[in-house]
C-alpha cells in the first residue's frame, strides 16, 4: 500500500506516478523492508540469495547496492506481491477495473468478494504456498474457482469457514484486493471531482 499511498498525490496519474515510485526505491528501503519483516515475523519462502531470514543480507544489500525494487523483481516469480511492485502493479490496476464491474453489478460487498474469488482462482496465493505448499494453494485455488460457479455464495461461506478451520489464511491474495480497492477508490474519486458542479 505504501507506494499506491506516496503516489496518491497525483490521483489523475496513478499509474505513472506508481512507476515512479517503485523506480525511486533505495537501498535503505530494501533494509528497512528487512527489518519490517523481522520484527513483524511474517512467513516468507526460503530463497537463495538475500533471504528474508538470512541476517547477514543487510550487509550483502548495502555492498551490492540492492534497492527494495531489485528486490521484489528477484521476487516475482514466488511471491505476487512482490510480482506487483515488479510491473508497477499492472494485476492491481486490472483488478480494480474488474471490481468496478462487480460492485456495479452486485453491489459492494459482494462485488468485493467476487473479485476476491476471481483473483485466488487465477492465482494460487503465495503466502499459502509459502506456509503450506504450492499444492495445498492450488487446492485452495480450486476451491475458489468452484466457490465462484454457486450464485448464493454459499460454497464461498463454506470455504471461508474451511481456511479458518485450518488456519490457512490466502493473505497474499487479500493484499491485491486491498490495492485494488484502493486504487478503486481513488479513480472515483477522480471521477466525482470531475463531474461537473
Known amino acids: 500500500m505504501i507506494p499506491l499511498a506516496l503516489a496518491a498525490r497525483k490521483p489523475d496519474d496513478l499509474e505513472r506516478e ?29 530463497v537463495n540469495e538475500f533471504s528474508l531470514k538470512d541476517k547477514s543480507s543487510h550487509e550483502r544489500l548495502r555492498q551490492k547496492g540492492k534497492t527494495l525494487q531489485d528486490l521484489m523483481i528477484l521476487s516475482k516469480d514466488h511471491d505476487i506481491v512482490a510480482r506487483e511492485w515488479s510491473t508497477n502493479y499492472e494485476r492491481s490496476f486490472m483488478l480494480s477495473g474488474r471490481l468496478a464491474i462487480l ?6 460487498n459482494e462485488g468485493v468478494v467476487r473479485t ?9 496465493d503465495s503466502l499459502i504456498c ?15 474457482n468452484n466457490a465462484l460457479k454457486d450464485a ?3 460454497e464461498a461461506r463454506k470455504m471461508d469457514c474451511d481456511l479458518l478451520a485450518n488456519d490457512i489464511n490466502p493473505g497474499s491474495t487479500a493484499d491485491l484486493i ?3 480497492l484502493f486504487i478503486f477508490l481513488l479513480n472515483d474519486l477522480e471521477f466525482e471531482h470531475a463531474k461537473p458542479q
Open 18 to 46: 506508481v512507476a515512479g515510485v517503485l523506480k525511486n526505491t533505495t537501498v535503505q528501503d530494501a533494509i528497512d523492508f528487512y527489518k519490517a519483516f523481522d520484527l513483524a515475523g511474517a512467513r516468507v519462502t526460503d
Open 103 to 108: 460492485i456495479g453489478k452486485h453491489g459492494l
Open 116 to 124: 476476491y474469488l476471481e483473483a485466488l482462482a487465477e492465482v494460487p
Open 130 to 144: 509459502a506456509k503450506f505448499g504450492s499444492e495445498k494453494a492450488r487446492q485452495v485455488s480450486l476451491q475458489a
Open 152 to 154: 448464493t455464495l454459499d
Open 178 to 180: 486491498a490495492a485494488s
